[in-house]
């Protein structure tokens, strides 16, 4: 594959540079582009070559830069200066083959060399991913229907009186906890019984916070409650909305993006697994 690392500047401009190519698209999210580049259009970056050679061969009695061009040349092979104007013309090519097809290339090209020899054309092969069209003329139509059927999220007596339940035992446990000379011997809350529990008046659910009376303390919570079950249908019914839409569009991800995404969600792990003191190597 041809580098594009292009650290230094030519001095050869191609305006009127002979290229011939043909693209195919391919399944994935990527387009083949093959072609050839004019042996004279090669040719005009024997100078950059040379200088690009000299800056990275070491012969002993010689500077960097400062190489003949005979000993250069005898070091490196003819055939290695050719390659290295290939890398030169390749760098030009891709951009201007891309042009020429009004591709939308997203990422790094695999740019490779088919067909090399001194006075002969440069073959070559790129490919390349591609930003996916995506289209979707039905989306507020989906969206509405997913929505229609969506459920309205109620809090029932018994789902109120259960985390009542929980929240007399958290508090009951924080109670031994503070008494307990080992930690060890704090119950979990499963094993606590209702009957130790202290009962919830007005006295005791102002020890809880801002609450004027229990009334006022069920009101808040049944209220908490709601919430917590309109944000998780909100997210399950937005979640849906995204999956009916992607089955919609026929837009291929291209690979690239998908590891990009891959890569992203690792990252974010890892992070959040070393603000909780965990090695992810640990983890994993």
Request: aromatic residues 6%.
């Amino acid at each position: 594959p041809a580098s594009l690392d292009n650290e230094f500047a030519s001095s050869y401009t191609p305006a009127h540079m002979k290229i011939s190519s043909q693209l195919q698209s391919n399944d994935n999210g990527t387009v083949a582009i093959t072609g050839e580049v004019a042996w004279a259009d090669v040719e005009a970056f024997r100078a950059d070559a040379l200088r690009e050679l000299g800056e990275k061969v070491e012969i002993d009695g010689f500077r960097k830069g400062h190489i003949p061009e005979d000993v250069l040349i005898k070091k490196v092979t003819p055939m290695g200066v050719v390659q290295e104007m290939a890398h030169h013309a390749l760098m030009h090519a891709y951009p201007m083959a891309v042009q020429e097809h009004k591709v939308d290339a997203i990422g790094r090209p695999d740019i490779a060399i088919t067909k090399i020899a001194e006075g002969s054309p440069l073959g070559f092969s790129i490919t390349t991913a591609v930003m996916p069209e995506i289209t979707i003329s039905k989306y507020k139509k989906i969206a509405k229907k997913i929505v229609d059927k969506a459920e309205k999220p109620e809090v029932s007596d018994e789902e109120l009186q259960s985390s009542l339940l929980q929240i007399r035992k958290m508090r009951k446990q924080s109670e031994l906890a503070k008494d307990a000379q080992d930690p060890q011997t704090v119950p979990s809350i499963n094993d606590i019984d209702e009957k130790d529990l202290p009962e919830l008046d007005d006295e005791y659910v102002t020890t809880l916070g801002e609450f004027e009376n229990f009334e006022d303390f069920t009101t808040k919570l049944r209220a908490n409650l709601l919430a917590e079950k309109e944000s998780r249908e909100h997210e399950k019914t937005r979640v849906a909305i995204v999956d009916a839409l992607v089955e919609e569009d026929s837009a291929v991800m291209p690979d690239m993006l998908v590891q990009f995404e891959l890569d992203k969600m690792i990252a974010q792990m890892e992070y959040d697994m070393s603000m909780s003191g965990m090695a992810f190597d640990d983890y994993l």
